[in-house]
Structure formats: C-alpha cells, structure tokens
C-alpha cells in the first residue's frame, strides 16, 4: 500500500476522532467514492486519486504537504495536530 494511501486511511480516523465525520461511508461520500473503493486501496488494489486527494484538502482543510510525507501538521490552520510518523 502507498504512503499516501495509508496517510488518508488514518486521516480517516482522525476525522472521526474530532467528529468530522460520523463513520466511513460519510467520508466516502464526501469525497465521491464508493466504501468499495475504500477496502481496496486497504487491500493494495486500488489508491486514492489526485483528484480524490484534491477534494480531501478542499472539504477537510488538510495540508496536501502531510498527505505526501513533506510535513508533520496535518491541517491548514494555525495548532494543527501533528501526527507521529506511523508508517515507519
């Protein structure tokens, strides 16, 4: 699974933690994809697109710098939490 991939699913988590987002297939719907889609990337067979990736920055306000590895603040705003490097 891409870096990317696992950075969105956690992201995910995130999102629900702070109440976001209610569950899964709210994200999903947010962002216009099925909650199929999202047991395959889980599963390597498919990954997040640009434009999936795009919509995530604009609806949740999250720092595409993150997502990609360039970055420790997870959203674009001033006391954005830091995520510890979980893919390491």
Same mark, same amino acid.
């Given at each position: 699974m891409q870096s990317t991939d696992q950075r969105i699913l956690r992201l995910i988590e995130v999102l629900i933690l702070q109440n976001k987002v209610n569950r899964e297939?709210?994200?999903c719907r947010? #962002?216009? #994809?099925?909650?199929?889609t999202v047991s395959?990337?889980?599963k390597g067979i498919n990954h997040f697109t640009v434009s999936h990736i795009e919509t995530i920055c604009i609806k949740y306000n999250v720092?595409?710098?993150?997502?990609?590895?360039?970055d420790k603040k997870v959203f674009n705003m001033s006391g954005s939490i830091e995520?510890?490097?979980f893919l390491q």
């Open positions: 297939i709210d994200f947010d #962002i216009g #994809i099925l909650p199929q395959k990337i889980r720092n595409a710098n993150w997502l990609f590895g360039r995520i510890e490097d």
